[in-house]
């Protein structure tokens, strides 16, 4: 009896040290890393056949059990991952309960326009083109913002999401998080602004973003424009010409553009143009309600980056000598 008592402890000490082993030995996979979705609502046993079919030599019967024995069966869920060699059951599991999802990420840039953030979301890894073919018009009515115009309405940031996720809730994201930092900035608005709408202070915001060659410098250049507007002058700034001629443009801007009418020249046309040019960031928005106090109305790039401000259009004459013809 004693003897049977022995060899069964002896059998349990084994099946306890084989258990601890496979729980954390790496399992096999069919490559360095597979990709692994798990289904929304799948039971226990549908996640470990998914694990298997994902390609991990594992047997699906094993691993389900090990999931009940956890306790944490329950807690796992759905969403996309990436095994990579070396992973065990028990991480495998950790990994599923903490919904550690393969994540991915795209930067839509400060300054970009429309197309532009198209393309990025284009070409990003493993994001579903849902958008592609779209209109900007039937973009925005997909988003949930029919009539609204697309330009300038989504927030520059770095978007991280998981594989398979679709680029239009993406775009929802980046819209959410421009409507709310648009509206914070409106919010903080200087009393003089001489912009009657959150939609004025995009627009504006656009232009600074696009004029912009310092970050310090935006609130000046937002002067110089929101001064012209108080006073009915003329914007005159080449990045909404460049905007209206589109694919027109060629990369050298010439007189004859300035002189082209388009909504966007505000060359030609008074006040702001009808729509945002670019995407603004949060320093751009800012500036924009809150320009600086100046009554500067000109400005030229220095070359460095920087621009000269000045209040009068002689001032503002010696200032492009200087700069830009290299004149005493």
């Known amino acids: ?49 998914q694990v298997q079919q994902a390609g991990v030599a594992v047997r699906p019967a094993l691993l389900y059990w090990w999931f009940r024995l956890s306790g944490e069966a329950r807690q796992i869920k759905a969403g996309s991952y990436e095994l990579e060699r070396g992973t065990s059951p028990r991480s495998l599991l950790s990994k599923l309960v903490r919904g550690e999802e393969a994540l991915r990420s795209v930067t839509l840039v400060e300054g970009w326009n429309l197309r532009q953030v198209r393309e990025a979301l284009k070409k990003a890894d493993d994001l579903k083109p849902l958008s592609s073919g779209l209109t900007s018009e039937e973009l925005m009515q997909q988003l949930g913002k029919a009539g609204e115009v697309a330009e300038g309405r989504f927030f520059p940031d770095t978007y991280t999401y998981a594989k398979g996720s679709t680029d239009l809730a993406l775009l929802q994201r980046a819209a959410r998080a421009m409507d709310k930092k648009l509206l914070a900035a409106w919010a903080q608005r200087s009393p003089q602004s001489p912009l009657k709408s959150p939609d004025q202070a995009l627009i504006l ?38 905007y209206g001629l589109g694919p027109l443009f060629d990369g050298n801007l010439r007189k004859a553009d300035l002189l082209a009418d388009t909504a966007w020249n505000t ?58 013809r290299n004149q005493p």
Request: charged share 20%; no cysteine.
């Open 1 to 49: 009896m004693r003897k049977f008592a022995v060899l069964v402890l002896a059998a349990a000490l084994a099946a306890g040290y084989a258990g601890y082993f496979w729980l954390n030995a790496p399992l096999e996979l069919a490559a360095d890393s597979v990709d692994l979705s798990i289904d929304p609502g799948s039971s226990p046993r549908e996640v470990a056949q």
């Open 205 to 242: 915001a656009s232009i600074v973003e696009k004029e912009t060659g310092r970050s310090s410098d935006r609130p000046m250049i937002a002067a110089v424009f929101s001064n012209r507007l108080r006073i009915g002058m003329r914007l005159q700034t080449d990045p909404t010409v460049i």
């Open 267 to 324: 060359y030609t046309r008074n006040g702001l143009p009808p729509t945002p040019i670019a995407m603004p960031g949060r320093g751009a928005l800012l500036a924009a309600v809150q320009p600086a106090p100046s009554n500067a109305l000109y400005f030229v790039a220095r070359g460095d980056g920087s621009s000269e401000f000045s209040a009068t259009l002689d001032a503002h004459n010696r200032a492009v000598n200087k700069y830009q």
